[in-house]
C-alpha cells in the first residue's frame, strides 16, 4: 500500500511539472561556457583553478519578463583529501582522483529590453553539482572525495547571473555575463565561507 501511494505520488508529480513546462513558452535555448576561478583557502594544495564548464540552457518564458531557464553543465578537474576536506590537485598527482561534475542549474530570470537589439537578465538558481569519479592516481582517494561532497551534503551551490545580450540576428544572439557560485554549506561545516566559492565570465550563443 505505502509502495503504491509512493509511485502515486511521483507520478502526479511528474504530470505537474510536465504540465507546467508544457504551459511555458519556448524562447530558443543556448550553447554556454563559464570560464572563471573557484577558490581555495587549503594552503598544502595546488592553486585555485581555473576551470571551463560547458553546457546547455533552455530558455522558457513564465512571463514576458520572468523566465525559466532549466540548464545542464559538465566541469572536471583533480582532487585530493588535504586535512579532511576536499582540496585541487596538480594534474595526475599522487593520491589523486579526476572528478566529473554534472551541474543542474534551475535559473530564474528576470528579462529587460534595454533597445531593438540589447537586452538585460538577471538570473538567480539553486545550483546542485554532483561529483562522479572517473581517474585515479596512486592510492585511490575517490571514496573518500564522495564521502565528502555527498556526506557532508555539499552539493548545494546558489548562483547568481548577470547578462547583457547582444542581437545578432532574428534567430541569434551573442550572451555575454558574470556568474558567482556560492558554497552554501560553508553555514554548517568548518571551513571558510570563499573556500569553492566561484567567480565565472558567462559566455552563451542564443539560438532562436
Known amino acids: 500500500m505505502k509502495n503504491k501511494i509512493t ?3 511521483v507520478a502526479l508529480l511528474v504530470f505537474c511539472m510536465a504540465d507546467f513546462l508544457y504551459a511555458l513558452d519556448y524562447k530558443g535555448f543556448a550553447i554556454t561556457d563559464d570560464f ?20 546547455i540552457e533552455i530558455f522558457l518564458h513564465i512571463t514576458d519578463n520572468i523566465s525559466f531557464h532549466p540548464a545542464l553543465a559538465l566541469s572536471w578537474g583533480e582532487f585530493l583529501m588535504s586535512a579532511n576536506k576536499a582540496a585541487p590537485a596538480e594534474i595526475e598527482a599522487a593520491n589523486a582522483a579526476l572528478l566529473l561534475s554534472i551541474i543542474l542549474r ?3 530570470g ?3 529590453d534595454i533597445n531593438s537589439i ?3 537578465d538577471g538570473f538567480f538558481s539553486p545550483t546542485l553539482i554532483f561529483k562522479l569519479p572517473i581517474k585515479s592516481y596512486g592510492q585511490d582517494p575517490s571514496g573518500e572525495l564522495l564521502s565528502y561532497y ?3 551534503f555539499r552539493l548545494i551551490y546558489p548562483e547568481l547571473s548577470l547578462r547583457i545580450s547582444w542581437k545578432i540576428t532574428e534567430h541569434m544572439s551573442i550572451m555575454v ?11 554548517w561545516d568548518s571551513y571558510p565561507f570563499y573556500d569553492e566559492l566561484g567567480l565565472f565570465l558567462h559566455l552563451g550563443l542564443v539560438l532562436k
Open 7 to 9: 509511485a502515486m505520488t
Open 36 to 55: 572563471g576561478i573557484s577558490f581555495t583557502s587549503t594552503s598544502d594544495a595546488a592553486p585555485s583553478p581555473v576551470n571551463h564548464t560547458p553546457g
Open 106 to 108: 534551475p535559473y530564474i
Open 110 to 112: 528576470y528579462h529587460i
Open 118 to 120: 540589447l537586452s538585460f
Open 150 to 152: 555527498y556526506g557532508g
Open 177 to 187: 555575463g558574470e556568474t558567482t557560485r556560492i558554497p552554501l554549506f560553508r553555514l
